[in-house]
């Protein structure tokens, strides 16, 4: 039984994160899953102080190796984990994120089902009194509802809870090593994959949590961020003759606002749909802020 598992190289990027990398790491030694059947690569993107000590404290308890490589982004981390990485699965995950007991279990499960299949899991917010990391899982999970409503044709899901089969990630490119920014590297891919021909499948059981604290501040930073991410993304899709992206309708965004209302309990319900239209002007703002410093950058080189 224990041998028809398959085997999984979870990779984490990190980055000046010592002290969420440390409770990361210790939720994968808590995966109920047989340690020969999984590895885990800590990819270091060009720490001040890289995360050695984090790593070596935890190395006689999990099967860890720390690799290192120049500032570049966390789109060219996961690509030097995956280039490592033994097995037949590669399993993504951040260093803000605590993975559930069951993740690989829940992950294998559906991979000995669709075996060919990029699989992404749920991502539950772990900062339920946050009102500004609330209102961003409202807003991925209002993405996935709306990307992935048929969730065995999938066309989105997020790096931090997401698994490839190794050979078919190889066979695409991993991910898109000009993408500097910690935003869209993710979509990209999954759109690549999916213009390949190779399908995505949701597995609503193979949990993480997230736990990014944000201030109005870094919540405008985020999704100003995400944006200039998204830059690379159409420069991408153009590069691939992919075509041009069709903007969203009226009523995605009018259901987005609407969001809100399916919570219970929380933040209050105006706020966080105030906090959504915000995410959506700030998205713009970064999206026009990236293609005319891109602009700028070519007048004068």
């Known amino acids: 039984m224990r041998c028809s598992l398959p085997t999984f190289s979870v990779i984490v990027p990190t980055f000046g994160r010592p002290t969420q990398l440390a409770t990361c790491l210790e939720a994968l030694r808590q995966l109920d899953y047989p340690q020969d059947r999984f590895e885990v690569l800590v ?22 190796r720390l690799v290192m490589q120049a500032h570049a982004g966390p789109a060219t981390a996961r690509n030097t984990g995956a280039a490592q990485g033994r097995g ?11 993975a559930d007991a069951g993740w690989l279990r829940a992950l294998a499960a559906r991979a000995s089902r669709e075996p ?6 749920q991502t539950r917010n772990l900062l339920v009194g946050d009102v500004f990391a609330t209102a961003s899982q409202l807003l991925i999970e209002y993405l996935y509802g709306y990307y992935n409503a048929d969730q065995n044709h999938a066309r989105f899901f997020a790096s931090n809870n997401l698994a490839v089969p190794a050979d078919g990630f190889r066979a695409v490119g991993g991910f898109d090593p000009t993408t500097p920014l910690a935003a869209g590297e993710d979509r990209e891919f999954c759109d690549r994959w999916v213009q390949r021909g190779y399908r995505m499948t ?16 870094g919540f405008w930073r985020q999704h100003f961020t995400y944006c200039r ?34 919570q ?10 105030g906090l959504l239209a915000l995410s959506q002007v700030a998205n713009a703002a970064g999206f026009l802020f990236e293609r005319q410093a891109q602009r700028e950058r070519r007048r004068r080189g």
């Open 43 to 64: 990819v270091d993107d060009g720490s001040e102080r890289p995360p050695e000590a984090t790593v070596a404290a935890i190395q006689d308890r999990l099967n860890i």
């Open 88 to 98: 037949e699965i590669l399993a993504f995950t951040d260093d803000d994120c605590t």
């Open 116 to 121: 060919h299949c990029a699989i992404g899991g």
């Open 202 to 217: 949701y597995a609503r059981d193979a949990v993480v949590c997230h736990a990014h604290a944000l201030s109005l501040r």
């Open 229 to 262: 991410g998204a830059y690379y993304f159409h420069r991408a899709r153009k590069r691939r003759q992919a075509g041009p992206m069709s903007p969203e309708p009226p009523r995605f965004y009018l259901d987005l606002l609407r969001q809100p209302l399916s």
């Open 264 to 273: 219970r309990s929380g933040p209050s319900k105006p706020l966080l749909a």
